[in-house]
Each structure stands twice: as structure tokens, then as C-alpha cells.
T-cell receptor, first 112, second 114 residues
Framework: GESVGLHLPTLSVQEGDNSIINCAYS??????FIWYKQESGKGPQFIID?????DKRQGQRVTVLLNKTVKHLSLQIAATQPGDSAVYFC???????????FGTGTRLTVIP | DVKVTQSSRYLVKRTGEKVFLECVQD?????MFWYRQDPGLGLRLIYF???????EKGDIPEGYSVSREKKERFSLILESASTNQTSMYLC?????????????FGDGTRLSIL
């Protein structure tokens, strides 16, 4: 399943399928990006980050892709599990700044 | 693992009260942040601090102040609470580092102003 972030705030996928969550960022000067996962009743949890000198970074079951040309960021989750159900936020920051700018998030629901 | 602890999960206060929200981190992080989270608006930065006794305004500082007397503790103060300050408040901390570092969040304080 795939979302377009701000334009489709919910995404439902079958357990075991791959998920793709998309994010369009606004500031071309942003050079550091983070994906957070927020479960109900909890604070955002760091998943993975990427700097602008990279276009791909992999973690455990997650991959982040960065396309600076079109200012697009995506989070891919392999073999989605029920525990992956949460709201996912992308955040951007410009070097030297302290402000993280967050998107409004995409709610991922995993169907057993 | 980084641990950011917010003193209250739920808090109910009355209009006009002075409200204190407390946050403690155990990783010796230089930077600490206060955000509020509202449906449809995402996370918005209220204040941040990059050192003891230092503070900087974020995007929505009006009606709030902060205090950082010790490195591990960052307090958010609502000087005279109003109903539009009902929200989820999130504290975060991060290393100063040479390059950007991820912010680590507490589990939030859900504040209701009646």
C-alpha cells in the first residue's frame, strides 16, 4: 500500500504486505530529515533519519528514500506487522537551525 | 536508550491558573524542546533551550514561558491558562552535536483547561 502523506492521511495495508508512506517537504534548504512513529497515547518515536547528501538509507525493515529534485521523502516498511499500526510523521530541519518542522502525519492501519 | 520523562500524563486546570509542566531527560542532552500537538495541526514548537538558563522562542511562544535551571530539566509554564491552551504537550531532547541529531520525545502531557 502507498500514501501521499498530506493528501491521504490514512493508509490501510494487509499484514505481510509492504507499506510506503510519502511526504512532500517544503523547504529546499532542509538537509536533515527524520521519520517518527507515534502510537496511541505515546510520544513520537524516532525510526530513521537521512541527510541530504544521501538518497537512500536502510534500517531494520525500514527504508527511507529522499528525492531532493522534487522535495519528496518516503518511508518503506517491509512485511508490515500489526505492531506497525501508528501515525507516521516526517520532519525536516535546516542545518544550523533547531526547529524541526513536522508534517501532519499519515495513519497506518495494518489489517490482520 | 534515551529516556525523556514528563511528570504528568493527564492534567486538568482552570482558566487563569498558572500551570507548570515538567520534563526530565537522562542522557545529558544539551538541547531541550517543548511542542504542542493538536489534531490537523501536527506538532508546533513553543520554546527550546540549547543550554542551561538559555531559551529561544519557537513558532508559538505567546502565553508560555520556560525555565531551564539544570541541564536535565526543562519546564513549560502557562502564565495564565486559557481554554485555547488545551492540548497535548510534548517534551523532547537532543544532542547538540556537530550535525543535526534526532530529537527524542516523552510520552506527553494531555492538558485540559476548563
Amino acid at each position: 500500500g502507498e500514501s501521499v502523506g498530506l493528501h491521504l492521511p490514512t493508509l490501510s495495508v494487509q499484514e505481510g504486505d509492504n507499506s510506503i508512506i510519502n511526504c512532500a517537504y517544503s523547504n529546499s534548504a532542509s538537509d536533515y530529515f527524520i521519520w517518527y512513529k507515534q502510537e496511541s497515547g505515546k510520544g513520537p518515536q524516532f525510526i530513521i533519519d537521512i541527510r541530504s547528501n544521501m538518497d537512500k538509507r536502510q534500517g531494520q525493515r525500514v527504508t527511507v528514500l529522499l528525492n531532493k529534485t522534487v522535495k519528496h521523502l518516503s518511508l518503506q516498511i517491509a512485511a508490515t506487522q500489526p505492531g506497525d499500526s501508528a501515525v507516521y510523521f516526517c520532519a525536516e530541519i535546516k542545518t544550523g537551525a533547531n526547529n524541526l518542522f513536522f508534517g501532519t502525519g499519515t495513519r497506518l492501519t495494518v489489517i490482520p | 536508550d534515551v529516556k525523556v520523562t514528563q511528570s504528568s500524563r493527564y492534567l486538568v486546570k482552570r482558566t487563569g491558573e498558572k500551570v507548570f509542566l515538567e520534563c526530565v531527560q537522562d542522557m545529558d542532552h544539551e538541547n531541550m524542546f517543548w511542542y504542542r500537538q493538536d489534531p490537523g495541526l501536527g506538532l508546533r514548537l513553543i520554546y527550546f533551550s540549547y543550554d542551561v538558563k538559555m531559551k529561544e522562542k519557537g513558532d508559538i511562544p505567546e502565553g508560555y514561558s520556560v525555565s531551564r535551571e539544570k541541564k536535565e530539566r526543562f519546564s513549560l509554564i502557562l502564565e495564565s491558562a486559557s481554554t485555547n491552551q488545551t492540548s497535548m504537550y510534548l517534551c523532547a531532547s537532543s544532542w547538540a552535536g556537530g550535525a543535526n541529531q534526532p530529537q527524542h520525545f516523552g510520552d506527553g502531557t494531555r492538558l485540559s483547561i476548563l
